[in-house]
């Protein structure tokens, strides 16, 4: 398989994947602050595993990445400060600014997967890139 997975980024997997959870339940329950808390914390903990804490540093750091950077803290504030709504949403616009790149390599890998890849392949969804 090409991309094998270590113990370690199968539980960074699983704490984004919980984080991913907790903020979904937290959105269906109100916008309850201390769900949306621990799927940060989970999904944060989760993506410095995954990559590896030096690596995430440099990304969150580097100079290209900076609006997804500060778009994702602003929203973590005011998620604080009371303001569930404006912080999800510039917490999103903040991860598809930071992880926009990884969106081919994240396919091929769920391409891998049985039921997802399948899903993924149906020839509706995928574009037809011929002219």
């Known amino acids: ?47 410095g595993i995954l990559l590896g804490w030096h690596s995430t ?10 609006k997804g950077t500060v778009s994702f803290l602003l929203g973590l504030f005011f998620l604080f400060v009371r303001w569930p709504i404006v912080g999800i949403v510039l917490e999103l616009y903040g991860c ?7 969106w081919p390599t994240v396919k091929v890998f769920l391409c891998q997967i049985p039921v997802i890849g399948w899903i993924i392949q149906y020839p509706i969804l995928v574009s037809n890139s011929k002219a």
């Not at 937290?26 to 993506?47: C, E, P």
């Not at 598809?96 to 990884?102: K, P, R, S």
């Open 1 to 47: 398989m090409a991309y094998e997975l270590s113990e370690t980024k199968k539980v960074g997997l699983g704490l984004i994947g919980f984080g991913i959870f907790f903020t979904f339940l937290a959105i269906i329950l109100f916008f309850d602050r201390g769900l949306l808390a621990l799927g940060n914390i989970f999904w944060l903990t989760g993506v």
């Open 96 to 102: 598809i600014a930071l992880f926009g790149g990884f």
């Open 57 to 66: 540093w440099k990304l969150f750091t580097s100079r290209e990445n900076y």
